[in-house]
């Protein structure tokens, strides 16, 4: 009998989204580590969540922009705030060790708090201004002139999006206590989906996470927001 041929590696629909899927995971779990090497002259240590890592990656590209070394800790600890400030010290201080003058923070404070406030005035570096990611996805402006309006709100990113289950639903332990739900989101009204892209396969999970949640649901597009103009002033 006649074998059927072997697809070659990197052949086939299912290879781009494997291994997309692959990289979130990683971002998830691990972050992402920068090859280790010695700072060129002008080049900035970009330290950043997990979350923002492909946005970052795009921008630069987009924009030609080389002189950027990105290196991000697990978005993982969104859920354990606590760990951020010090888990984002011991990178300034790798960094500075490996001779790079200019480090920027690429983390809001995403709730620790004030801590990585203190960390980088400690150690000297800036962070991107703004209380959480989806802040500077929004307009950090714009978001704080209708935190009011918007108590009760779960703001979920394209990242976010993907990894609700990792990040939300089985993060917070829904999967072995559904019946928690509605305890844990009790103040909470609705889903709102800040969308990087224009993507219907995310618009649907945003949407679909809203439903689980037992919460209305709305999207807005923001693209990168001030994400952009901050990595362009750092060039």
Known sequence: MRRGRR?????????QPDFAAALETRLMENGLEAPRAAALPGQV???ACGALAREILAINAANGWDQAVLECLPAKLHNAPQHIAEAVRVKIRDAKAR????IFVLYADCGTG???DAVCTAEG???IHGPHCYAFFDGVETFEARHEEELGTLYLTDFFAKQFDAL???GFGLDQAPEMRDILFAHYSRVVYLAQTDDPVLDRKAQEAAQRLGLRYERRFTGYGDLGG???ALQ
């Open 168 to 170: 939300i639903w089985r």
């Open 230 to 232: 901050v990595l362009g």
């Open 7 to 15: 697809k070659r590696s990197g052949a086939g629909s299912g290879t």
């Open 99 to 102: 001779g790079f003058e200019r």
């Open 45 to 47: 240590m970009l330290i």
């Open 114 to 116: 004030g801590a990585l």
């Open 125 to 127: 570096v800036e962070r």
